[in-house]
């Protein structure tokens, strides 16, 4: 059964910095695009960062040189370090997987920043 599975949200001060986690199961890890996406209060999903099976990255303008996203192939796991948070960054996280018309998601992890 593929599964993705995100982990490292919480509550943190403006400023602050969180790394997110995304381990894959059942999946051929390597061969997908991964990505983050997220959805804040009354807002529709957006798309954070995604990295290719071979490294390209790519981000929003809106977390650009804070956020790096980044992959281990041999632990089929996503990362997403977030520095230099804003209130505006507070939303639900959810990693995605892609491949062609393929699209697998996580159940989300929260992420909130004081001010």
């Known amino acids: 059964q593929e599964q993705l599975v995100e982990s490292g949200g919480g509550l943190v001060q403006f400023g602050g910095s969180l790394r997110l986690s995304c381990t894959a199961s059942g999946l051929i890890f390597s061969i997908y695009t991964m990505g983050w996406y997220r959805q804040g209060p009354g807002k529709q999903r957006e798309l954070v960062a995604t990295?290719?099976?071979?490294?390209?990255?790519d981000y929003a303008d809106s977390v650009k040189c804070r956020f790096t996203i980044s992959r281990d192939n041999a632990k089929n796991t996503v990362y997403l370090q977030m520095n230099s948070l804003k209130p505006e960054d507070t939303a639900v996280y959810y990693c995605?997987?892609?491949?062609?018309?393929?699209?697998?998601w996580g159940q989300g992890t929260q992420v909130t920043v004081s001010s």
């Open positions: 995605n997987a892609k491949l062609m018309s393929q699209s697998r």
């Open positions: 990295i290719s099976r071979g490294g390209t990255t």
